[in-house]
């Protein structure tokens, strides 16, 4: 990719000595050298990024006349490295090459006593596997994607065109998986995954667009493949010797097909009538396995399956109509239905594990919605807009197999002044369930589920309410505030999440000070509450599934309550010191969240487990985090060509959470409170301190 | 009767397209030209010529028919008026109905796929025009006043507080946008998505999680939003609760999917059993394979293995 840069960079720049007059060659360069020190977690100073000491280049080259040439890179050799060749004829035809990579890193520095780490093969010498961490590997949790591909559109044909593409994903890491040493009520083993998959994407549209119609006929075919089917690792909960190695299976190969038609054709009276219809296959093949590891001698237990290869299958069909509408000037009308089906035709598959009968059921769905908007435009700038929504799904789920929503809302806009918009809009969903009771005697351990009511499929009552106003009382100041209130009530569950609430504004606002400055600024905040209602029962409990039976220190209900509060706000100036000379950009960020949980045990008069108050089990560190930066930036304009630039950016993360705080390794070794883990997600805080200087040119 | 509707409708018909037609015809009386435009607005003309509308290899475009007065109307009435804003010529005053100021750009864009579908566009609902993004004179990528998502954070403020929360998708750095997973300009998807639904949408990206798996988790088949959120989260994975009460909303069973897990589960916690379902990645520390296995017998079902 750099020879090909190099190449074209070559064939640019003699070029611009030698131009036509209706042919232009623009380019905007940039060079940046950069100093990071970075304390704490590397991983997450750099998830997304790739900041480390070094050259940075960026450029952007464009040749322009009838024919059109450009070609851009940016972070040369950097894991965030992007690539792209773009050129053809104006309205005519349109070609693209691209290359990109984009990082995920999770946790830097974790450890492990496996040897074989990005493989999928894990495995250790000698059993137990040590505890002392200090003699394990360090490995790094981080996953890379590297994209590349083309394609070109075909103009030249009109009304009709054609665009085909394609498109090639590589990604490749590890990152953080886990199984259950014994099941039930064994140790957990945090296990690196080796991730090494290719995603080939191919697409194809053709269309025909000349008022009064547009059609267009598209196909998508991807292609996933995982190098690895299964992940094979010794497990430190069983004796089983490392020819019995334990198996997780991993995501396996599928197909995925599409094929669809769209179009709309205008209609008298201002309408449009536009139609949406796709099919889509997704399949798969996977080997079974015959046998699982279990803590028993030899480790082995063959298992029983009515076929050895499971063929996984997934049709969807979707088909829309929307008629729009605007007859009158102040009035604008859409009416539409939308039906999806997913069919799963996937195998079923019979598995005996002993007298233990298991039969997947595979997961299909059924949705169809249809409604209307109106919006009336009204005297005094006026606009309002009100719709209607009906939603039917039905899904091959036993607690509820269909669900009802009626969605109505309205929304207000009014910018009768030169300086302001109010908007202003609420919506109701009322939701109703199908809930089908289990007959089950009252002490099968099903009878619980009479009580239990999912959240993706309960009953529901949510209410949103939202505004803002945009004030603008000069060219040089604007100011924005919102307000959004969600609230969603469960009235039906009795085991399960019963509220979820929450509470957002924002504020944002830009003044530009004549020819001295430019200040920006902007505060977000939000509180979300969720409270669920839960039923402790003993492992082996046949009795007590009512959560209105007296109370018992085995068998008791209790309460959550999740509390997220969170704000960002952030500041920034573009003082112009020397206007078109020298601008000084300040800007600083914070962002924090504070979470946490308000546990009630339900015990009546029962006391509580030994040493535990109702104070002191709640849990105030939540995914707690504080994210500070400030940054610096000098710009000197040198010439009208040439800029320099000198800057400083501090950023500060400190993440606190009780389940991560005083991380331990092995924190016991057999039992349910035993692990052995390798530090994913652990110690993500961070401080950074970065200095940079570039250069920039154009022509 | 039915012949006297039938003329009444015919002559009905022809008036309105006769009144049409002179209508257009004095409208073509009335054009200034280009030139004139330049003479006041030099600045709007020099980027004008460089931009993709100043083309005239683009058929259609507005340098191959009247320039300026393609899209702002004839001018020379406002030339006549000694020129001012709005006078005698079309402007986009935040006061004129959306609908009127994106009537300009649809007379040509109408015609493209990118804008087939904007009559059913959730931003054409809600009064959105055209110019509110791009502009007609200038910019970069699709002549957007502003680059991604600073663009759509204008409006969508919740987004972006979202977007800057810990877990989120790579938007603030700029490795992907908004308009990757949203059509503006209107899709058959809710939130305009570009696709038929939010799995189909979200495995484009994620194609390990299609499956199609021996042992499914029916609400992750359903609708990946029922655990995740796209734009940002506190909570890891881009999860909408944090686990384990995530998990347990759902999965209350006799033993541990019930049990509460307190302060006391935790590292620093003096519970005497059942930690390993609290710390660290809690349920997942054994449930890993939760968006569907391959896995044997139970440890498949229970999303062990």
Same mark, same amino acid.
């Given at each position: 990719?750099?020879?090909?840069?190099?190449?074209?960079?070559?064939?640019?720049?003699?070029?611009?000595?030698?131009?036509?007059?209706?042919?232009?060659?623009?380019?905007?360069?940039?060079?940046?050298?950069?100093?990071?020190?970075?304390?704490?977690?590397?991983?997450?100073?750099?998830?997304?990024?790739?900041?480390?000491?070094?050259?940075?280049?960026?450029?952007?080259?464009?040749?322009?006349?009838?024919?059109?040439?450009?070609?851009?890179?940016?972070?040369?050799?950097?894991?965030?490295?992007?690539?792209?060749?773009?050129?053809?004829?104006?309205?005519?035809?349109?070609?693209?090459?691209?290359?990109?990579?984009?990082?995920?890193?999770?946790?830097?520095?974790?450890?492990?006593?496996?040897?074989?780490?990005?493989?999928?093969?894990?495995?250790?010498?000698?059993?137990?596997?040590?505890?002392?961490?200090?003699?394990? =590997?360090?490995?790094?949790?981080?996953?890379?994607?590297?994209?590349?591909?083309?394609?070109?559109?075909?103009?030249?044909?009109?009304?009709?065109?054609?665009?085909? =593409?394609?498109?090639?994903?590589?990604?490749?890491?590890?990152?953080?998986?886990?199984?259950?040493?014994?099941?039930?009520?064994?140790?957990?083993?945090?296990?690196?995954?080796?991730?090494?998959?290719?995603?080939?994407?191919?697409?194809?549209?053709?269309?025909?667009?000349?008022?009064?119609?547009?059609?267009?006929?598209?196909?998508?075919?991807?292609?996933?493949?995982?190098?690895?089917?299964?992940?094979?690792?010794?497990?430190? &909960?069983?004796?089983?010797?490392?020819?019995?190695?334990?198996?997780?299976?991993?995501?396996?190969?599928?197909?995925?097909?599409?094929?669809?038609?769209?179009? %709309?054709?205008?209609?008298?009276? %201002?309408?449009?009538?536009?139609?949406?219809?796709?099919?889509?296959?997704?399949?798969?093949?996977?080997?079974?396995?015959?046998?699982?590891?279990?803590?028993?001698?030899?480790?082995?237990?063959?298992?029983?399956?009515?076929?050895?290869?499971?063929?996984?299958?997934?049709?969807?069909?979707?088909?829309?109509?929307?008629?729009?509408?605007?007859?009158?000037?102040?009035?604008?009308?859409?009416?539409?239905?939308?039906?999806?089906?997913?069919?799963?035709?996937?195998?079923?598959?019979?598995?005996?594990?002993?007298?233990?009968?298991?039969?997947?059921?595979?997961?299909?769905?059924?949705?169809?919605?249809?409604?209307?908007?109106?919006?009336?435009?009204?005297? &005094?700038?006026?606009?309002?807009?009100?719709?209607?929504?009906?939603? %039917?799904?039905?899904?091959?789920?036993?607690?509820?197999?269909?669900?009802?929503?009626?969605?109505?809302?309205?929304?207000?806009?009014?910018?009768?002044?030169?300086?302001?918009?109010?908007?202003?809009?609420?919506?109701?969903?009322?939701?109703? &369930?199908?809930?089908?009771?289990?007959?089950?005697?009252?002490?099968?351990?099903?009878?619980?589920?009479?009580?239990?009511?999912?959240?993706?499929?309960?009953?529901?009552?949510?209410?949103?309410?939202?505004?803002?106003?945009?004030?603008?009382?000069?060219?040089?100041?604007?100011?924005?505030?919102?307000?959004?209130?969600?609230?969603?009530?469960?009235?039906?569950?009795?085991?399960?999440?019963?509220?979820?609430?929450?509470?957002?504004?924002?504020?944002?606002?830009?003044?530009?000070?004549?020819?001295?400055?430019?200040?920006?600024?902007?505060?977000?905040?939000?509180?979300?509450?969720?409270?669920?209602?839960?039923?402790?029962?003993?492992?082996?409990?046949?009795?007590?599934?009512?959560?209105?039976?007296?109370?018992?220190?085995?068998?008791?209900?209790?309460?959550?309550?999740?509390?997220?509060?969170?704000?960002?706000?952030?500041?920034?100036?573009?003082?112009?010191?020397?206007?078109?000379?020298?601008?000084?950009?300040?800007?600083?960020?914070?962002?924090?969240?504070?979470?946490?949980?308000?546990?009630?045990?339900?015990?009546?008069?029962?006391?509580?487990?030994?040493?535990?108050?109702?104070?002191?089990?709640?849990?105030?560190?939540?995914?707690?985090?504080?994210?500070?930066?400030?940054?610096?930036?000098?710009?000197?304009?040198?010439?009208?060509?040439?800029?320099?630039?000198?800057?400083?950016?501090?950023?500060?993360?400190?993440?606190?959470?009780?389940?991560?705080?005083?991380?331990?390794?092995?924190?016991?070794?057999?039992?349910?409170?035993?692990?052995?883990?390798?530090?994913?997600?652990?110690?993500?805080?961070?401080?950074?301190?970065?200095?940079?200087?570039?250069?920039?040119?154009?022509? | 009767?039915?012949?006297?509707?039938?003329?009444?409708?015919?002559?009905?018909?022809?008036?309105?397209?006769?009144?049409?037609?002179?209508?257009?015809?004095?409208?073509?009386?009335?054009?200034?030209?280009?030139?004139?435009?330049?003479?006041?607005?030099?600045?709007?003309?020099?980027?004008?010529?460089?931009?993709?509308?100043?083309?005239?290899?683009?058929?259609?475009?507005?340098?191959?028919?009247?320039?300026?007065?393609?899209?702002?109307?004839?001018?020379?009435?406002?030339?006549?008026?000694?020129?001012?804003?709005?006078?005698?010529?079309?402007?986009?005053?935040?006061?004129?109905?959306?609908?009127?100021?994106?009537?300009?750009? /649809?007379?040509?864009?109408?015609?493209?796929?990118?804008?087939?579908?904007?009559?059913?566009?959730?931003?054409?609902?809600?009064?959105?025009?055209?110019?509110?993004?791009?502009?007609?004179?200038?910019?970069?990528?699709?002549?957007?006043?502003?680059?991604?998502?600073?663009?759509?954070?204008?409006?969508?403020?919740?987004?972006?507080?979202?977007? %800057?929360?810990?877990?989120?998708?790579?938007?603030?750095?700029?490795?992907?946008?908004?308009?990757?997973?949203?059509?503006?300009?209107?899709?058959?998807?809710?939130?305009?998505?570009?696709?038929?639904?939010?799995?189909?949408?979200?495995?484009?990206?994620?194609?390990?999680?299609?499956?199609?798996?021996?042992?499914?988790?029916?609400?992750?088949?359903?609708?990946?939003?029922?655990?995740?959120?796209?734009?940002?989260?506190?909570?890891?994975? /881009?999860?909408?609760?944090?686990?384990?009460?995530?998990?347990?909303?759902?999965?209350?069973?006799?033993?541990?999917?019930?049990?509460?897990?307190?302060?006391?589960?935790?590292?620093?916690?003096?519970?005497?059993?059942?930690?390993?379902?609290?710390?660290?990645?809690?349920?997942?520390?054994?449930?890993?394979?939760?968006?569907?296995?391959?896995?044997?017998?139970?440890?498949?079902?229970?999303?062990?293995?």
């Amino acid at each position: 990719m750099r020879s090909i840069i190099i190449a074209a960079v070559l064939i640019f720049l003699p070029l611009h000595c030698s131009l036509a007059a209706d042919e232009t060659i623009t380019a905007d360069m940039e060079i940046k050298g950069l100093i990071a020190n970075v304390g704490g977690s590397g991983a997450k100073f750099n998830e997304y990024r790739d900041i480390r000491d070094g050259l940075y280049g960026r450029f952007h080259l464009v040749y322009d006349s009838d024919y059109f040439v450009g070609l851009r890179a940016s972070d040369i050799g950097y894991d965030t490295q992007s690539y792209g060749l773009e050129g053809g004829k104006w309205g005519s035809f349109k070609y693209q090459l691209f290359y990109y990579e984009i990082p995920h890193n999770f946790t830097f520095g974790a450890k492990s006593f496996y040897s074989g780490i990005g493989t999928n093969n894990l495995t250790y010498p000698v059993h137990p596997p040590g505890t002392d961490v200090s003699t394990w =590997s360090d490995f790094d949790y981080s996953v890379e994607r590297k994209s590349y591909g083309g394609g070109i559109k075909l103009d030249m044909i009109k009304p009709f065109y054609v665009d085909v =593409s394609f498109s090639r994903e590589d990604r490749d890491g590890t990152k953080a998986t886990a199984a259950a040493g014994t099941s039930p009520g064994g140790i957990a083993i945090e296990l690196p995954e080796p991730i090494d998959y290719k995603t080939d994407t191919l697409k194809f549209e053709a269309g025909y667009a000349k008022k009064p119609l547009f059609v267009s006929v598209s196909y998508l075919y991807s292609r996933f493949e995982n190098e690895n089917e299964n992940l094979h690792f010794r497990n430190p &909960a069983t004796e089983n010797t490392a020819s019995a190695t334990d198996v997780r299976t991993l995501a396996p190969d599928n197909n995925y097909y599409k094929f669809s038609l769209r179009g %709309n054709v205008k209609l008298p009276m %201002n309408s449009k009538f536009t139609l949406n219809i796709a099919s889509s296959r997704t399949q798969s093949k996977t080997d079974l396995l015959d046998y699982y590891i279990a803590d028993v001698p030899g480790g082995v237990v063959p298992i029983t399956l009515s076929d050895n290869i499971f063929h996984g299958k997934i049709d969807t069909l979707n088909y829309g109509f929307v008629l729009t509408s605007t007859p009158l000037p102040f009035l604008d009308g859409r009416m539409f239905y939308r039906y999806y089906k997913k069919r799963n035709k996937s195998d079923e598959i019979t598995t005996e594990d002993g007298e233990e009968i298991l039969i997947n059921e595979p997961f299909g769905c059924k949705k169809d919605d249809y409604g209307m908007e109106i919006g009336f435009r009204l005297p &005094a700038n006026l606009y309002l807009l009100t719709a209607y929504t009906h939603v %039917n799904k039905e899904r091959d789920r036993e607690d509820v197999a269909e669900n009802k929503d009626d969605i109505y809302s309205l929304d207000l806009k009014w910018n009768g002044l030169d300086f302001l918009t109010v908007k202003a809009g609420y919506e109701k969903m009322h939701r109703s &369930a199908d809930f089908r009771r289990p007959d089950v005697p009252p002490d099968d351990p099903e009878y619980i589920e009479i009580f239990v009511r999912r959240f993706d499929v309960a009953a529901a009552e949510r209410d949103i309410y939202k505004a803002s106003v945009d004030i603008y009382p000069t060219e040089s100041l604007t100011i924005g505030i919102g307000y959004r209130n969600k609230d969603t009530d469960y009235d039906d569950v009795v085991l399960g999440l019963r509220e979820a609430k929450s509470d957002e504004f924002t504020v944002d606002a830009d003044y530009i000070i004549g020819k001295l400055m430019k200040l920006t600024a902007y505060y977000d905040y939000e509180e979300v509450k969720y409270f669920q209602f839960q039923r402790q029962l003993p492992f082996n409990a046949t009795t007590g599934f009512d959560p209105s039976t007296l109370p018992t220190p085995q068998a008791f209900n209790w309460e959550a309550e999740q509390k997220d509060e969170s704000y960002d706000y952030g500041c920034g100036a573009d003082i112009y010191v020397i206007p078109k000379k020298l601008t000084l950009k300040l800007r600083h960020d914070y962002v924090r969240s504070n979470g946490n949980v308000d546990l009630t045990y339900l015990l009546g008069d029962n006391p509580l487990p030994s040493g535990r108050t109702q104070d002191n089990i709640d849990i105030s560190e939540w995914d707690d985090y504080r994210l500070r930066s400030y940054a610096v930036k000098a710009v000197y304009t040198a010439t009208k060509k040439l800029a320099l630039s000198l800057g400083y950016v501090h950023e500060k993360f400190t993440y606190d959470d009780a389940q991560y705080k005083a991380y331990q390794y092995v924190p016991a070794t057999s039992g349910t409170n035993g692990a052995f883990l390798t530090g994913a997600n652990s110690n993500q805080s961070y401080r950074a301190d970065m200095f940079f200087f570039s250069a920039s040119y154009t022509f | 009767m039915k012949q006297k509707l039938f003329l009444s409708l015919f002559f009905s018909v022809l008036c309105f397209v006769l009144v049409g037609n002179l209508h257009a015809a004095e409208q073509d009386i009335g054009y200034a030209g280009i030139e004139v435009c330049k003479a006041c607005h030099q600045n709007i003309y020099e980027q004008f010529v460089k931009s993709i509308h100043g083309r005239k290899e683009i058929s259609g475009s507005p340098a191959n028919k009247q320039g300026c007065e393609a899209c702002h109307g004839p001018g020379a009435e406002h030339v006549r008026k000694g020129g001012g804003r709005g006078v005698a010529i079309v402007t986009f005053s935040i006061k004129d109905p959306a609908a009127k100021k994106s009537s300009q750009c /649809l007379s040509c864009h109408q015609d493209t796929r990118s804008v087939a579908f904007w009559d059913m566009s959730r931003h054409r609902s809600l009064d959105v025009a055209c110019y509110d993004c791009h502009s007609a004179h200038y910019g970069g990528d699709k002549y957007l006043k502003a680059a991604e998502p600073a663009l759509c954070f204008n409006c969508h403020r919740d987004i972006r507080s979202q977007s %800057n929360r810990q877990s989120h998708h790579p938007l603030k750095e700029g490795l992907i946008k908004c308009s990757d997973c949203h059509n503006p300009m209107g899709d058959f998807g809710k939130k305009q998505i570009k696709a038929d639904s939010v799995n189909e949408l979200c495995y484009t990206c994620h194609a390990e999680k299609r499956g199609p798996f021996l042992w499914e988790h029916p609400p992750v088949e359903e609708k990946c939003l029922n655990c995740h959120v796209p734009h940002g989260s506190n909570h890891s994975k /881009l999860l909408e609760k944090k686990v384990p009460y995530l998990c347990q909303s759902c999965h209350d069973e006799r033993g541990h999917p019930g049990s509460v897990y307190t302060k006391f589960e935790t590292f620093r916690g003096l519970a005497t059993s059942g930690k390993n379902r609290m710390f660290a990645r809690s349920c997942l520390n054994c449930h890993s394979n939760i968006h569907g296995s391959n896995g044997p017998a139970a440890r498949g079902s229970h999303w062990l293995r």
